[in-house]
């Protein structure tokens, strides 16, 4: 499953890709559709239409509104979603378990003993599926950058100071660029 714009109406929707086969249409509404995640018994859809997480069986039949929100990721088991509420707050199935925190808008992922992790408040995290038991994982990184240096490119300071790059061009460009024109002091 995947969300693309191939349908030429000008609204994202979601399509289905079999195996050698050609993509077919999934959703056919009003609005943009993305964020498609089939259930692990492979039977239902859910997916997010506009500002709403919505559900529709594979097989056909009319699609359903969860809930406002985003994100949305099945449980292990299918019984049930989590995704984010229009507060950004994560949801599972009908009960919020989160409360305050900066949640980036990425569905939760779930780990094989039945946590899930999420980003919040510029931290990875993990959390028991009732939603107590928050955990933060210790994560540091530290990125060092280098400006490269390029054969014959000027620096900096070689064009923008005295009768540099601006030199013999209008005072008002080189003012513009934020270097001194040719008649400055």
Same mark, same amino acid.
């Given at each position: 499953?995947? $969300? ?8 994202? *929707? ?10 077919? %249409? ?37 699609? /359903?509104?969860? /809930?406002?929100g985003?994100?949305?990721?099945? @449980? ?12 950004? %707050? ?5 009960? %919020? ?8 808008? +990425?569905?939760?992922? +779930? ?5 899930? @992790?999420?980003?919040?408040?510029? *931290?990875i995290?993990?959390?028991?599926? /009732? ?12 990125? *060092? @950058?280098r400006?490269?240096? @390029?054969?014959?490119? *000027?620096?900096? $300071? ?10 013999? $061009? ?9 270097? /001194? ?5």
């Amino acid at each position: 499953m995947f $969300s693309s714009d191939r349908g030429m109406d000008g609204q994202y *929707k979601i399509w289905r890709l079999d195996l050698g086969g050609a993509p077919t %249409q999934v959703t056919t509404g009003p609005g943009a559709e993305s964020n498609p995640v089939v259930s692990p018994d492979g039977t239902t859809l859910a997916y997010v239409d506009g500002t709403n997480v919505m559900t529709a069986p594979l097989a056909g039949g009319a699609p /359903a509104v969860v /809930a406002p929100g985003t994100a949305p990721a099945w @449980l292990p088991d299918g019984s049930a979603l989590v995704y984010q509420n229009a507060a950004r %707050q994560l949801v599972v199935g009908t009960t %919020q378990v989160t409360n305050d925190e900066d949640i980036f808008p +990425f569905p939760v992922r +779930f780990q094989a003993d039945g946590r899930f @992790l999420y980003t919040a408040d510029g *931290k990875i995290r993990t959390r028991a599926t /009732a939603g107590g038991d928050l955990r933060d994982i210790g994560f540091t990184a530290e990125l *060092k @950058l280098r400006r490269p240096t @390029l054969p014959g490119r *000027k620096t900096a $300071s070689s064009t923008t100071s005295g009768r540099g790059r601006c030199a013999g $061009s209008a005072p008002r460009s080189c003012r513009r660029m934020g270097a /001194a024109s040719p008649s400055s002091p």
